[in-house]
C-alpha cells in the first residue's frame, strides 16, 4: 500500500526548529502531515489528551523508546519498530492492543521526506493491526543533539478473558517453546551500520505479534504460563530474567535452537552469539508439558511460527540459572551479557 505525502514539503525539506516552536510551523506540521497521515477520529479532535471508551475486563499498558541506529534498515525502520515493539509487548501480557500514543523527538536537519516515510510505516503497520494512534506529542531539538529521530509510544490492551500470563506462573516441568529462528534483527542492523554485505540478504524479523499469540492463548489458555519477546539481549537474556523472577532453573537444548545459516556465518565472522542477539519478531512461551506438542503445532499453523521449537524445560534446579546443553554433549550456563553487545538496536 502507498500513501501520498499530504504536506508540501518542497517548502522545507528539512526539520527546523520552529517545527517545535508551538507556532504556526508546529500547527502546519500537525494538521498537514501528522494529523493526515495517521487519520482517525480521536486525532482529529486535535485535544491535549484522548478522550476513551470505557474498556471491560482488566488492561495491561506498556510504555517503550526507540533510538535505533540507523533509522531505516533491511526489512523497515523506526517506525515499524515502534508500532510492533509496543503491540508485542502488550501481546506478551495476553492483551489485544487497543490504542497507541506516539511521541516524536525530532533533530533540526532531519528530512521531512524521511520522517514522512517513518510515518507511513506507522500508519500501515497500524491499519495491519486496527489499532489507532489516539494522542502524541512533537519536539524539536538543535542540529547535532537528536541523531535524527526518536520515537516513544505507549500502548493500551484489554486482555483475554481466561488468560494469566506472567512470570511468577512458570514451574518445573514446564516446557519452553521459540516461535522461529533467531538473530535475524541485530545482524540486519549491523550489517548496514558497519557496511557488510552477504551471499543472501538478511532483514530483520520485525513484525507484530499479536495474531500468532492470540491463536496461541485461543488454544492453550490457563496451560499458558508466561511469555516474553526475545528483544535487546536476545533469548539468552529473556531466559535469564525469567528464571530470575520465577526463582526456577532452565536448561536448553543447543540443536533445537533454530538459527538461519546465513545468520550463523555472520555471528561467527563478527564473533557474536547469536542467543544475545536482539530480535523484534520472536517470543518464548512457557507451557504446561502434556499440551506442549499440540502448543507447538498451532505455532505452525501460523506464517510467524512456522519454524517454532521446543528449545528447553523448566527445572527446579539451580533456581535463577540458565543452562544449555550443547551439540558435543556438555554444559554450560548461560548468563546475561554485562553489557551491550550492540547498542542502539531498538
Avoid at 526456577?248 to 555472520?266: D, K, L, Y
Wanted: overall charge negative.
Amino acid at each position: 500500500m502507498k500513501f501520498v505525502c499530504p504536506m508540501p514539503i518542497e517548502e522545507y525539506d528539512a526539520v527546523t526548529l520552529g517545527h517545535g516552536g508551538g507556532g504556526k510551523l508546529t500547527n502546519r506540521l500537525i494538521r498537514e502531515l501528522l494529523e493526515p497521515t495517521l487519520n482517525n477520529p480521536f486525532l482529529a479532535e486535535l485535544h491535549d489528551g484522548a478522550m476513551l471508551p470505557r474498556a471491560q475486563g482488566r488492561l495491561a499498558v506498556t510504555t517503550d523508546s526507540y533510538v535505533v541506529s540507523p533509522p531505516f534498515f533491511p526489512g523497515g525502520n523506526i517506525g515499524d519498530l515502534a508500532v510492533h515493539g509496543t503491540l508485542n509487548d502488550l501481546a506478551m501480557c495476553g492483551a489485544r492492543p487497543l490504542y497507541l500514543t506516539l511521541a516524536m523527538i525530532l533533530e533540526e536537519g532531519f528530512l521531512l521526506q524521511d520522517l514522512w516515510r517513518i510515518l507511513a510505516s506507522i500508519r500501515q503497520r497500524l491499519e495491519e493491526a486496527n489499532v489507532p494512534v489516539v494522542t502524541g506529542d512533537t519536539k524539536v531539538v538543535e542540529r547535532g543533539k537528536g541523531d535524527g529521530v526518536f520515537l516513544n509510544t505507549t500502548g493500551v490492551g484489554q486482555i483475554l478473558d481466561g488468560v494469566d500470563v506472567r512470570p511468577a506462573r512458570i514451574q518445573p516441568g514446564d516446557a519452553i517453546l521459540l516461535s522461529g529462528p533467531i538473530a535475524e534483527h541485530g545482524i540486519a542492523i549491523l550489517s548496514i551500520r558497519e557496511g557488510l554485505s552477504f551471499d543472501t540478504a538478511l532483514q530483520s524479523d520485525t513484525a507484530n505479534l499479536w495474531p500468532v499469540v492470540e491463536a496461541l492463548l485461543d488454544a492453550g489458555g490457563l496451560d499458558i504460563h508466561a511469555l516474553r519477546d526475545a528483544t535487546r539481549g536476545g533469548v539468552a537474556s529473556a531466559l535469564n530474567e525469567l528464571a530470575q523472577a520465577s526463582g526456577t532453573g532452565m536448561v536448553i537444548q543447543e540443536e533445537a535452537i533454530p538459527v538461519r545459516e546465513e545468520v550463523r556465518g555472520a555471528c561467527e565472522i563478527l564473533g557474536l552469539d547469536p542467543l544475545f542477539v536482539a530480535n523484534e519478531g520472536r517470543f518464548l512461551a512457557f507451557v504446561a508439558p502434556e499440551r506442549a506438542d499440540e502448543l507447538l503445532e498451532v505455532l505452525h499453523s501460523h506464517p510467524l511460527g512456522g519454524e517454532a521449537r521446543i528449545i528447553g524445560r523448566v527445572v527446579s534446579d539451580h533456581p535463577g540459572v540458565v543452562r544449555m546443553e550443547t551439540w558435543l554433549g556438555g554444559s554450560r550456563v548461560v548468563d546475561m551479557l554485562s553489557g551491550e553487545q550492540l547498542p542502539r538496536i531498538c
